[in-house]
């Protein structure tokens, strides 16, 4: 059923396992860089353990063979494997320190207080700024601007 070939295949050495795709084939130097190698898995230039493989972040565990551009490569890596956290655990863990004792937004309601006087205050200044600095330059033709 499935047959076995015998290939030399060049080893590339990885820190972590598993890794993405992509960026197997950036450590081979097998491209410049992660655009041109999400375009060469998309178009089905890259076949990993001899299936074509059409996912970038397709995991690649330490002894995958891959095939790109007529040559074999085969992953090697030294480490455990390390799984990510599941998104459900990581939004459970952080919930909890959302929670904290609301001291600040006393501190808030007084600075808001004092925040629409001052800004009365500027709005006067700039158009009585505006007013008398309407003229344009003589050089340019062009009138100031104000903020």
Not at 9 to 33: D, H, R
Not at 119 to 127: C, G, L
Not at 130 to 138: E, F, P, R, V, Y
Request: proline share 5%.
């Amino acid at each position: 059923m499935s047959e076995e070939i015998e290939v030399e295949a060049l080893e590339v050495e990885v820190s972590v396992q598993p890794i993405e795709l992509y960026k197997v084939l950036k450590i081979a130097n097998l491209v410049s860089g992660g655009g041109e190698a999400k375009y060469a898995i998309s178009d089905g230039y890259v076949a990993v353990n001899g299936e074509i493989e059409l996912r970038k972040r397709c995991k690649i565990y330490d002894g995958d063979v891959i095939e790109f551009n007529g040559e074999y490569f085969v992953v090697i890596c030294d480490q455990p494997v390390q799984e990510a956290v599941p998104r459900d655990q990581q939004v459970k863990k952080v919930a909890p320190a959302a929670k904290a004792p609301k001291k600040a937004p006393t501190v808030k309601a007084k600075k808001n207080k004092a925040a629409p006087a001052t800004s009365k205050n500027r709005s006067v200044t700039k158009k009585e700024a505006s007013k008398t600095d309407n003229k344009a330059d003589t050089a340019t033709g062009r009138k100031p601007i104000s903020f």
